[in-house]
């Protein structure tokens, strides 16, 4: 009896260590399953190049200049004119320009470890693909990435110099140059280097537009959503003269727009206010709300949005736009 009730045990724990083993397995599966679809979903954009398609291919994007350097250490002259600068400004000068052979073979790098990438998985079974098959594309990428940051960092002090001509008081340097940096990453992205100019000036006409862009659309903000009892003084003041509205229109639309910020959360109408300047004080800056409700900017930048997109549809299920026109 002993010996039995030993076997049946052993067969016990024998079960349980199969069912713990399939259990892993079928864990593994599943993750693989998974990894599988997000390999397979992420998307790889590059610059096509004819060079991609030659038998030296690689040796073309692997073999650097004569006259690179690495590290990108600064010289002299970029560490004197460090001097006196904020520590993030002064930060920029530690890495030095790229010559133009170097800038060439990093964006020639770039492209080809994502034209490599995107050919060799488009090869792979989607549902047999291995985790080795699948970890070998992943680490070109993250290479691709390594040079990517190696021509955006350079490229830096492109963006403050440029950010330094927008100024303005509804435009703060340093969100412009956070703004910027963004626009160049974007430009990295989209150069064409086989056509061998240089990456600064497709980089300045960029980053330039951006500018612009974002200065069109803040004075249409601006314009658009004025919500307080001072600045709709002033504005019917401004268009009294040339008659474009009267003051039931305007008493209109000032109910009109208390009610769009009605209808947002108070964070959200809280925000615009001040971003805007619609309680008559100068227009704050995403820094300094962030600072002052405890958030970063970047989350402050967030909630605009979506509140501006509000507003913009409420304005649009309301026909101001229309209602608007027919008064001219």
Known sequence: MIALGRQVARGTRSRAAVKRTARRVEQRRAALRAKREQFFARVIDYIPCRQFLKKDAESLATTPPADAVVPLDRDDADRAAA??????????????????????????????????????????????????????VEGWLAEAETVKSIIITS????????????????????????????????????????????????????IQRHFFRMSHKGRQQR???????????????????????????????????????????????????????????????????GSAMGVCKERIRQIQTRAIDKLRDMAAEAKLEQTVDNWL
């Open 155 to 206: 490229n830096l002090r492109l963006v403050v110099s440029i950010a330094k001509k927008f100024v303005d008081p509804s435009n703060a340097f340093e969100e412009l140059v956070s703004d910027g940096n963004v626009a160049l990453m974007r430009a990295v992205e989209k150069f064409n280097f086989a056509l061998g100019n240089r990456f600064s000036t497709y980089a300045t006409y960029a």
């Open 223 to 289: 314009n658009r959503f004025v919500t307080s009892d001072e600045a709709l003084k002033d504005r019917a003041a401004d268009t009294a003269a040339t008659e474009y509205r009267s003051a039931e229109q305007i008493g209109m639309l000032q109910e009109l727009f208390k009610g769009f910020l009605g209808d947002l959360e108070p964070r959200e109408r809280q925000i615009v206010v001040a971003r805007f300047g619609f309680d008559g004080k100068p227009p704050r800056t995403f820094r300094e709300l």
């Open 83 to 136: 001097k006196g600068l904020s520590p993030y400004l002064a930060s920029l000068y530690q890495t030095r320009l790229l010559t133009k052979s170097e800038e060439q073979y990093y964006f020639r790098r770039m492209n080809w470890l994502k034209f490599r990438a995107a050919t060799v998985r488009g090869r792979l079974d989607r549902k047999r693909a291995s985790l080795r098959q699948m970890e070998e």
